[in-house]
């Protein structure tokens, strides 16, 4: 099977700070824009910022004894990728949501994870596994 990329359409605030976020301090290239919108390749994937004063949510779910942002959206990295990300935000002095950190430990479905937000307050997750197998472990 190959895995096809998703598509993912989301509210910005500010589409010069969209672009500072997602294309510098994450490296995604950019694709396509507009003055209402701005393509970029997230690892692969498609997302697309979309100029709106409806931008962010604070609800969040407890587990593992953090709260988790809802609604939020990330990738599944390799762990090489998910420790470069890591030092990358911190040395743009990203501030955490959650800060990366290893949930699950020695259980199915063990992950290295981080919780951050985008100058409009969309809540991001990336994550890793040591054996991507357990991604859908029960």
């Not at 509210?11 to 500072?20: G, Q």
């Not at 100058?119 to 596994?129: D, Q, T, Y």
């Amino acid at each position: 099977m190959s895995l096809r990329p998703f598509h993912l359409a989301f509210p910005v605030h500010d589409l010069a700070a969209a672009r500072a976020f997602y294309g510098e301090t994450l490296g995604c290239a950019e694709g396509r824009s507009s003055e209402e919108w701005i393509d970029f390749d997230f690892y692969g994937h498609q997302i697309v910022a979309h100029l709106s004063d409806a931008a962010g949510d604070r609800a969040a779910n407890a587990v593992d004894g953090h709260d988790v942002p809802v609604p939020h959206f990330g990738v599944v990295l390799t762990m090489p990728q998910w420790e470069a990300l890591a030092e990358r935000l911190r040395a743009a002095d990203t501030v955490f949501a959650i800060e990366p950190t290893v949930r699950f430990k020695g259980q199915p479905g063990e992950q290295a994870t981080m919780f951050f937000r985008d100058p409009s307050g969309n809540a991001l997750e990336m994550k890793a596994f040591a054996d991507d197998a357990a991604l859908f472990a029960t």
